[in-house]
T-cell receptor
Framework: DAGVIQSPRHEVTEMGQEVTLRCKPI?????LFWYRQTMMRGLELLIY????????DSGMPEDRFSAKMPNASFSTLKIQPSEPRDSAVYFC????????????FGPGTRLTVL | AQSVTQLDSQVPVFEEAPVELRCNYS??????LFWYVQYPNQGLQLLLK??????LVESINGFEAEFNKSQTSFHLRKPSVHISDTAEYFC???????????FGAGTRLTVKP
C-alpha cells in the first residue's frame, strides 16, 4: 500500500496567491483529516470528512480556507488569498472511520508564504 | 471539556537511561488513547494504542504505556532509550461518541550520547 499521498511536498508562494494542497487517502479508508502544524500552535485539526462529507470544519481558521472531497480518493485544501501567517506544515490523514481506528498520516506539505 | 495535556514540552535524556513522557486527559465520555511519534521531516505514525482490556500496552520498539483511569493518565515509558528514539511524541485521545481525535501539544524527546 502506498500510504497517504500528499502533493506538493513543498510550496513557496507569495502573499495573495492561491494555494491548493492535495491528498490521496489510503484506499478503503472512509475518514479523511486535514491538520496544520506550527511551532507556535502545535498540531491543529482543520477539518475532517466522513464518506466524503465534511463533518467538522470548526478548526478552519477563516473563510480564506476551504476544503473539498469530491470522491473517496481525493481531497483538496485551498487557501485564497494566502498570507505569511499561513506558513506551516499541512498534514492529511485517513482512517477506516471509527474512533478506535489509527489515523495514517501523509508526509505533509511544507507551505511558505512570502 | 475534552482535552489532552502533555506536561513536558521537552525531555532531554542520555542514551540507555529510562524515560517517561507524561499525558493526562479530561473527558466526560469513554476514550481510546494513542501515542504517535514524529521523526524529523515526516508525518506522525502510530506507536501504540489502548482500546480495551489490559491497561498496559507495548510497542514493537520497547515503549510501553499504561492506562490509568482513576488518574486519567496514559504515560509513555521506555526503560532504556536509544539515539534513534529522538523524535516528537504526541499523545492523542478519541472519544467513543464521535470520530474526533484530540492531540496533545507534543513532547520533544532528545537522546544524547
Amino acid at each position: 500500500d502506498a500510504g497517504v499521498i500528499q502533493s506538493p511536498r513543498h510550496e513557496v508562494t507569495e502573499m495573495g496567491q492561491e494555494v491548493t494542497l492535495r491528498c490521496k487517502p489510503i484506499s478503503g479508508h472512509n475518514s479523511l483529516f486535514w491538520y496544520r502544524q506550527t511551532m507556535m500552535r502545535g498540531l491543529e485539526l482543520l477539518i475532517y470528512f466522513n464518506n466524503n462529507v465534511p463533518i467538522d470544519d470548526s478548526g478552519m481558521p477563516e473563510d480564506r480556507f476551504s476544503a473539498k472531497m469530491p470522491n473517496a480518493s481525493f481531497s483538496t485544501l485551498k487557501i485564497q488569498p494566502s498570507e505569511p501567517r499561513d506558513s506551516a506544515v499541512y498534514f492529511c490523514a485517513s482512517s477506516t472511520g471509527t474512533s478506535a481506528d489509527t489515523q495514517y498520516f501523509g508526509p505533509g506539505t511544507r507551505l511558505t508564504v512570502l | 471539556a475534552q482535552s489532552v495535556t502533555q506536561l513536558d514540552s521537552q525531555v532531554p535524556v542520555f542514551e540507555e537511561a529510562p524515560v517517561e513522557l507524561r499525558c493526562n486527559y479530561s473527558s466526560s465520555v469513554s476514550v481510546y488513547l494513542f501515542w504517535y511519534v514524529q521523526y524529523p521531516n515526516q508525518g506522525l505514525q502510530l506507536l501504540l494504542k489502548y482500546l480495551s482490556g489490559s491497561t498496559l500496552v507495548e510497542s514493537i520498539n520497547g515503549f510501553e504505556a499504561e492506562f490509568n483511569k482513576s488518574q486519567t493518565s496514559f504515560h509513555l515509558r521506555k526503560p532504556s532509550v536509544h539515539i534513534s528514539d529522538t523524535a516528537e511524541y504526541f499523545c492523542a485521545v478519541s472519544f467513543h461518541n464521535n470520530n474526533d481525535m484530540r492531540f496533545g501539544a507534543g513532547t520533544r524527546l532528545t537522546v544524547k550520547p
